[in-house]
């Protein structure tokens, strides 16, 4: 049985994809010489550089917050689930 993506996980995909080819982007090189244009005060290639790595950050921490990638856990199956506390022993009650 295969699963369609969800629209989360194809907009996350695409987002990953799309950050990881800017980053590789050799028309940045075109800049390395050049103080302008500049970027948030910066030359261009180190602004270019921070803004698509804040981008990454926070593409991956929303798929990190909405458990993106982890299958849901069926009613039987409870292999993903976190072990439970132990409970605490000794010391003064």
Not at 23 to 48: Q, S
Request: proline share 9%.
């Amino acid at each position: 049985m295969i699963k369609k993506p969800t629209r989360l996980a194809v907009v996350l995909w695409t987002c990953i994809l799309a950050g990881f080819a800017l980053m590789e982007f050799p028309g940045v090189l075109f800049f390395h010489d050049m103080v302008e244009p500049r970027i948030l005060g910066m030359p261009f290639i180190y602004g270019f550089n921070v803004v698509i790595w804040a981008f990454m950050c926070v593409v991956l921490f929303i798929g990190y917050r909405t458990h993106w990638g982890r299958r849901a856990a069926s009613e039987g199956d409870e292999s993903d689930a976190p072990d439970p506390a132990p409970e605490p022993t000794g010391g003064a009650h």
